[in-house]
């Protein structure tokens, strides 16, 4: 799976209502009440880390 860019996943994550919580530095806290909660951090080049992508992709398959 390749990386993609965390914009994308952002919107995303806002359009389902999640809300950035907490910004420090790269990572963003993404959190939503009675749901599971994601970080993303922005790389240099725009793009999220494999791993926190596959976890915001099994998190919704599953849904």
Partial sequence: MATSHSRSFSQFLLSRGYIVKRVRGSH??????????????VSENGKAKRYQIKQIRDYFNKK
């Avoid at 963003?28 to 951090?41: D, I």
């Fill in 28 to 41: 963003y806290h993404f959190r939503k009440e009675g749901a599971q909660s994601f970080n993303l951090q």
